[in-house]
């Protein structure tokens, strides 16, 4: 294959002529193709300081999670009680500062809630059943 049948996309001067594709026998002329220079100012990329998700760039500035949520959450189900009382601590305090978390508060005073009412339950039945034994009720 010789070099002037090799197509390479842009417009050369020295194949076929100024504004040609450069492929010999074709003399349509066709317009030169733009620059790849740098964009300029604010265009396509918008006013400095507001993030494109298109061009990868990060997005602006989020507020903190509140580290009570997080640990409401967390010792919901490690340790039940202490994450419902967790909860609503954070729940009271993301209210007055505006952070982020209050689904994950939320969810450690459902969570502790619902674990602390199956413990408290189970002591309750504990002690019906320690009591049950040492009066001697199921003795034949």
Do not use: C
Not at 112 to 129: D, H, P, R, S
Request: hydrophobic share 45%; proline share 11%; net charge positive.
């Amino acid at each position: 294959m010789a070099q002037d049948d090799f197509y390479r996309g842009d417009a050369t001067a020295g194949a076929g002529g100024a504004g040609t594709t450069g492929r010999p026998g074709q003399g349509s002329p066709t317009p030169a193709a733009p620059g790849y220079g740098p964009p300029p100012y604010g265009a396509p990329y918008g006013p400095p300081g507001y993030a494109d998700p298109a061009y990868g760039y990060p997005g602006p500035w989020r507020r903190p999670t509140n580290t009570k949520a997080i640990l409401a959450l967390v010792m919901a189900f490690v340790f039940a009680p202490v994450g419902l009382v967790l909860g609503v601590m954070a729940r009271k305090e993301i209210r007055r500062t505006g952070e982020e978390g209050a689904g994950l508060a939320l969810a450690g005073v459902i969570v502790g809630g619902i674990v602390t009412g199956f413990y408290a339950l189970l002591v309750v039945l504990w002690i019906a059943a320690f009591a049950a034994f040492s009066t001697g009720s199921f003795a034949p």
